[in-house]
């Protein structure tokens, strides 16, 4: 098998293989959080379903992570704009990546030996990819690629085929701590620890959020990326249709939710309707608001 050309016909990044079997340091990690912070809503809340990929899919004998580049180009916004972060703005990496699994397992001839799973799952994806030697864990809590460093979106294939593993990932961040200082939220506690919550790109998911809590955030943070030593070099996303500037109240608030979902509904950071973004333009108003007082 030509790596590279399968990456090619699927148009993926990277491809990585690991064995099927439960993950275990993880275990004590989401204990952890679960205790001091508790779960996020999004991940699943029953650990073992975190660690275990048999209890998706109960012949599984190999991991198969894959992912495709997310970087796009930094943004400024006008005033009164929201921001929407990077892998927001770009073509719905769900969708994407479901199609891309699909003709892996074609090409590997796994149709029937398989299950792709992409973002509607538990299983604790990153672990993964460090296990299939993509990357490490970062300070961040993300998964970090010797090439396209923090910018990655990942699936996964179950199969009960075995192929040649590869070499977990041992690297670390050393001594750098530029992302838990400038986390905006302080959700990143150290030792890779997050705290969900506090996190402004899981607030900007939740209609609870507070008014002027986020700032100019339409949908989602990046502020953890863009202070990254390890993505000063990561090349852009050869995706199309990613938008390239802020997005205004006024073209949204009069749309239905029909008109809405024409629109924006190709982008990831649009899943969550029409509703969450006139939400977060609270916050967004807040923001400018005081941005002009200063």
């Known amino acids: 098998m030509d790596r ?9 990044d990277v491809l990585g293989f690991c064995p099927g079997t439960a993950l275990k340091e993880e275990k004590a990690y989401l204990l952890d959080r679960q ?15 975190r660690l275990d990929p048999s209890l998706q899919y109960s012949p599984v ?23 929407l972060a990077g892998i927001s703005r770009i073509p719905d ?8 699994g699909n003709k892996l397992c074609g090409i590997l001839e796994l149709e029937d030996q398989a299950k792709v799973l992409v973002d509607s799952h538990p299983l604790m994806e990153r672990a993964f990819a460090q296990r299939a030697g993509l990357g490490y864990i970062g300070k961040n809590t993300a998964l970090i690629h010797p090439v396209y460093g923090t910018y990655l979106a990942l699936g996964l294939i179950l199969t009960e085929k075995i192929f040649p593993y590869d070499k977990e990932e041992k690297g670390t961040c050393g001594s750098c701590n530029l992302c838990i200082k400038a986390c905006p939220g302080g959700a ?7 705290d969900p919550g506090a996190c402004l790109s899981y607030q900007t998911q939740t ?6 809590q986020v700032g100019p955030r339409l949908y989602g943070c990046d502020v ?8 000063k070099e990561v090349p852009l996303t050869r995706l199309e249709q990613v938008v390239d500037r802020g997005i205004n109240k006024e073209e949204i608030q009069d749309l239905s939710n029909r008109e809405f979902k024409k629109r924006y509904g190709h982008l990831t950071g649009a899943w969550r309707g029409k509703k969450q973004w006139m939400e977060n333009f609270k916050s967004v108003e807040a923001y400018w608001a005081r941005k002009s007082k200063e």
């Open 35 to 49: 205790a001091h912070f508790g779960l996020c809503k999004y991940e699943g809340q029953n650990i073992e379903e």
């Open 93 to 100: 990496y769900h969708i994407l990546l479901k199609e891309a």
């Open 61 to 83: 004998k190999s991991v198969l992570v894959f992912g495709i580049n997310t970087k796009t180009r930094p943004i400024q916004l006008k005033k009164g704009q929201g921001l």
């Open 4 to 12: 590279n050309q399968v990456l090619k016909k699927c148009g993926l």
């Open 224 to 231: 953890c990326q863009e202070i990254c030593p390890k993505n």
């Open 207 to 212: 209609i609870e959020t507070s008014p002027g």
């Open 188 to 194: 990143l506690k150290g030792g890779g620890i997050l």
